[in-house]
């Protein structure tokens, strides 16, 4: 393009209004939530960025897709096209449609875990890692070390410490490694991309061990657009064609369509293996549904089958991957401390810097998350010492590794004034930053309690 200006390209046919709030008000809204912006109404918010999950835009083709769907029981025709979809996209023979992803994890996890098994993954996935675990199987993350960083540069911050991975083999014995997970892009670990030659290392290593290789590809349009304009090679290649080779190097995928597929719902397992695909089957029938549906409804399988080959679209994926980065480097320049460089589908902040008077127990993340809500009406979610903190024999916080905040993006939703707004709160952020104090926990829950805890403001 001659003009440097990124529009989003779409035009809005329907609009669903915003409710516009004040200060005032939101004190009392968040204050009736228990600070724990969770428990806020919707309609009470201004710009949602609490997750990038289930809450794309869908498009006219997508709308009228599902007028045509085929609600049958068994062998239905929006089925059909979807598997099609699928199978075109990643190449495995055998696809399993699910409701969500993580009963895609739970079926194929649940299958191969068990005591004394082990997963090893860049990332594992929060739903990944307790699927995992409640087989009483271990998951251990392995990303890159230069991962941590919060401001260090690098293309693929995403990538798995291969070298790692061969050790891990040779500790525990490849008999006993239940699968490899790729995460991409790597959630968890900032968003942040997986590079092809990674992804090809990690295969081989896999392939020499007889280990399963699993793609978790809930963001693999958004992470082709990394390796198409970072990664050497891959200029002259669609960003389809980018994923396809990725999956080609693995031995199945597991993805939640509330992502990259730009649906409100669903997720499926694919597989290259006949047998175990047979066993994952049995579950599912169990459990979803039958193998043609799979806790679907028809009209949702034709919304993902469409979703699906519209992510890899070059305007969309652009403009999706620069509206996140120009959230991110406007909020650096003002000198907000985040991961840099921005990743897909979200900005990460590090609260702890930014709040450096509010000790780690009093949880910095939280602080900023409830700053945004009355300061500017934005919802987004504490990924720090709420989300991943334990408590020792004699009741203290065991910290989490860091105190990150997330602003998630979701899909063809806002337009770049609402991102120019969130900027804007960022000021009056930064103004009142040393009057900000802690929280405190008056009520949680054993199983992820960041759902469901209420605070109380010290
Ligand atoms: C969202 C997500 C999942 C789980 O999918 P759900 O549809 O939320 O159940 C698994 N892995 C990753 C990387 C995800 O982002």
Not at 244 to 255: K, P, R, T, Y
Request: proline letters at 4%.
């Amino acid at each position: 393009m001659k003009y440097k200006t990124i529009f989003e390209p779409f035009k809005i046919k329907s609009v669903e209004p915003i409710r516009v709030t004040t200060e005032h008000q939101r004190e009392r809204y968040l204050k009736r939530a228990h600070y724990n912006p969770f428990l806020l109404h919707s309609d009470d918010v201004l710009i949602d960025l609490l997750t990038d999950s289930g809450t794309s835009a869908m498009s006219a083709a997508q709308w009228s897709a599902m007028m045509s769907g085929d609600e049958s029981y068994a062998g239905a025709k929006s089925w059909l096209r979807l598997e099609a979809e699928i199978h075109d996209l990643t190449g495995y023979p055998h696809i399993l449609p699910t409701h969500q992803g993580r009963a895609a994890e739970r079926i194929l996890y649940g299958y191969l875990g068990g005591k004394g098994k082990i997963f090893i993954s860049n990332t594992h996935f929060d739903t990944t890692r307790a699927n995992i675990e409640f087989t009483d199987a271990t998951a251990i993350d392995i990303p890159m070390p230069e991962s941590s960083m919060v401001t260090f540069d690098q293309p693929f911050k995403g990538d798995m410490d291969t070298a790692k991975l061969e050790s891990h083999i040779k500790t525990h014995g490849s008999q006993n490694i239940a699968a490899v997970i790729l995460t991409v892009t790597n959630n968890s670990g900032g968003g942040q991309p997986v590079s092809m030659h990674n992804a090809r290392m990690v295969s081989a290593i896999c392939k020499k061990n007889k280990i399963l290789f699993i793609i978790d590809c809930c963001r693999i349009a958004e992470n082709s657009y990394f390796i198409r304009n970072r990664e050497v090679g891959f200029k002259s290649k669609t960003y389809r064609k980018i994923a396809q080779e990725m999956f080609a190097l693995a031995d199945g995928c597991i993805m939640s369509a509330k992502k990259d597929a730009l649906a409100n719902i669903g997720g499926f397992l694919a597989l290259r293996n006949h047998k175990l695909a047979q066993a994952c089957t049995n579950l599912l029938i169990i459990t979803e549904g039958f193998v043609t549906y799979g806790g679907l409804a028809g009209r949702d399988m034709d919304a993902i089958a469409i979703g699906l080959r519209e992510v890899f679209d070059p305007d969309y994926l652009h403009y999706r991957i620069r509206s996140t980065a120009y959230l991110g480097e406007h909020l650096f320049s003002k000198g907000i401390p985040l991961i840099m460089p921005p990743g897909g589908h979200a900005i990460y902040i590090d609260a702890a810097k930014l709040y450096p008077q509010i000790p780690l127990h009093e949880y910095p993340g939280q602080a900023l998350v409830c700053e945004l809500y009355i300061k500017g009406g934005i919802r987004c979610v504490e990924i720090g010492s709420v989300m991943f903190g334990k408590y020792d024999k004699r009741g203290k916080l065991i910290p989490a590794p860091k105190e990150l905040v997330r602003l998630a993006i979701p899909r063809r939703v806002y337009t770049q004034s609402h991102i120019d707004y969130v900027i804007e709160v960022f000021d009056e952020i930064i103004r009142t930053k040393q009057e900000v104090r802690g929280l405190r926990i008056t009520h949680e829950l054993e199983a992820l309690r960041h759902f469901t805890a209420h605070f109380e403001k010290l």
